[in-house]
């Protein structure tokens, strides 16, 4: 089980979605910003550095909006997602095909990676 660290950003009504690259496995498809636990590291932590490394900002990470296991065909993950805030500075495309801020509406517009599918559900039914 690996553990992953995720953020979901607001700005507004909008929150942040990445499009992964076509390089790495689940190409083009849409998740949240963040990525895989590394030894030694909290997923605090884990999150800060991959804001960094993946969208060149530092986040504040708050509470924890959902937790989830997920297995795809090549890994079984655990997936912690956090409300953060991005402290200074505009997102940038660092490793990420595309990063937009969307709606909860606008969800159904965009394939997402399956891990997100619950999280996604959610969003939705929180702004109705």
Request: proline fraction near 6%; charge should be negative.
């Given at each position: 089980m690996v553990q992953v660290a995720a953020a979901l950003i607001w700005e507004g009504e909008r929150f942040m979605i990445c499009q992964r690259p076509k390089s790495k496995t689940r190409a083009l498809?849409?998740?949240?910003?963040?990525?895989?636990?590394?030894?030694?590291?909290?997923?605090?932590q884990t999150l800060?550095?991959?804001?960094?490394e993946e969208i060149g900002v530092p986040v504040k990470v708050n509470d924890i909006f959902t937790e989830l296991d997920?297995?795809?065909?090549?890994?079984?993950?655990?997936?912690?997602?956090?409300n953060a805030e991005i402290?200074?500075?505009?997102p940038q495309m660092l490793e990420h095909n595309d990063i937009r801020f969307i709606l909860p509406e606008e969800i159904p517009?965009?394939?997402?990676?399956?891990?997100?599918?619950?999280?996604?559900?959610?969003?939705?039914n929180e702004k109705k």
């Open positions: 498809e849409w998740e949240f910003v963040g990525g895989k636990q590394e030894p030694g590291e909290t997923l605090e800060k550095r991959e804001c960094m997920h297995t795809y065909p090549d890994i079984t993950i655990h997936l912690t997602l956090f402290e200074s500075g505009e517009q965009y394939e997402f990676c399956p891990a997100d599918e619950e999280i996604l559900k959610m969003l939705m």
